[in-house]
């Protein structure tokens, strides 16, 4: 092989590992256990029961994506993917042990579907996260398959986009329910962030997962539909000390039903001094109160406090 094969391949496997890595770090952290059993359904008291991923085996994929490429061959890749295995079969075995030993576990629980239903959710989670590009592209290609089933609506695209938005949206556009938010947001936050993002290399995040035992089903409706961008960068002054800067950025529409429609936007700012051994935070900036409110047909201003108590009393 190639040393760009080699290279290609040691990556490969190097991204396979970071997809896996809430189950690597599972085995010492029951926390992470309880929410694997609860994100399938399970009981988290079960999550006493270990992960038994061999360490032998983390070892090997890390001394592997360490090497250089003229180090490695074909048979230390397969040997590598055999580690890895190792770490998917821990969770099945994890699983079906949880399962057995939960009375209350839904009717027709089947461990490899469990498995293959969280292997899912934590590679969109990596996707969105490590390579919003990707998870774009592969968002913009299920838009355009769902699309594909009403006739010509791909056609419209083209040559009458007008009405293929009409038909993307629907009713979505009159905001009135959280679904028509997400719906929504999941178009136009998703792509444009994503879009922004990757033309001024910035971090961006769509969406957040609710925390366990969550009591805020309308916050965390909102959470799941936030868009989060981070613009950071440093230069250097005339004295050789190091300048770092950090603009975030999130935004969130909020429907009818909850006060709407409204795209909440918060913006964060922060300058750091970095002089010889010691740092001075310069600047920090928090536009919170008063908020910026963009509505649809108008703009304004609204305090944090009169936002939450419009949101709490939806």
């Not at 993002?197 to 409706?221: C, E, M, Q, R």
Request: charged content about 20%.
């Amino acid at each position: 092989m190639s040393t760009d094969v080699r290279n290609d391949l040691q990556q490969l496997v190097g991204e396979i590992r970071e997809w896996l890595e809430p189950i690597a770090q599972s085995v010492g952290d029951a926390t992470i256990r309880r929410e694997i059993l609860m994100a399938l359904g399970l009981d988290p008291n079960q999550a006493s029961q270990s992960i038994n991923i061999p360490a032998s085996s983390l070892a090997s994929i890390d001394s592997y994506r360490s090497r250089s490429a003229d180090d490695v061959d074909l048979q230390a890749f397969v040997s590598a993917l055999s580690d890895l295995t190792q770490i998917v079969q821990a969770l099945i075995d994890f699983i079906r042990s949880a399962a057995a030993a939960d009375s209350d576990a839904p009717d027709g629980f089947i461990v490899e579907e469990a498995v293959n239903f969280f292997l899912q959710a934590i590679a969109i989670s990596y996707l969105r996260v490590r390579m919003p590009g990707v998870y774009i592209t592969g968002k913009a290609f299920q838009l355009l398959e769902d699309q594909a089933i009403h006739s010509g609506s791909v056609t419209k695209l083209f040559f009458n986009i007008g009405e293929y938005f009409d038909e993307l949206f629907g009713d979505a556009m009159e905001l009135q329910t959280a679904e028509h938010a997400k719906q929504f947001s999941d178009v136009v936050l998703l792509v444009t962030g994503a879009v922004v993002a990757t033309l001024v290399k910035a971090d961006f995040i769509y969406g957040y997962d609710a925390g366990p035992g969550s009591s805020s089903p309308i916050g965390d409706a909102a959470s799941n539909r936030t868009m989060t961008m981070r613009v950071s960068g440093k230069t250097k002054d005339a004295s050789d000390n190091i300048v770092k800067g950090e603009l975030l950025l999130s935004m969130v529409i909020i429907p009818r039903d909850h006060n709407g429609p409204v795209c909440s936007c918060e913006f964060r700012a922060m300058v750091r001094w970095k002089c010889r051994s010691t740092t001075i935070s310069v600047l920090r900036l928090l536009l919170r109160d008063p908020i910026f409110l963009c509505t649809w047909g108008k703009a304004r201003t609204i305090s944090r406090r009169q936002q939450m108590r419009r949101l709490l009393s939806a």
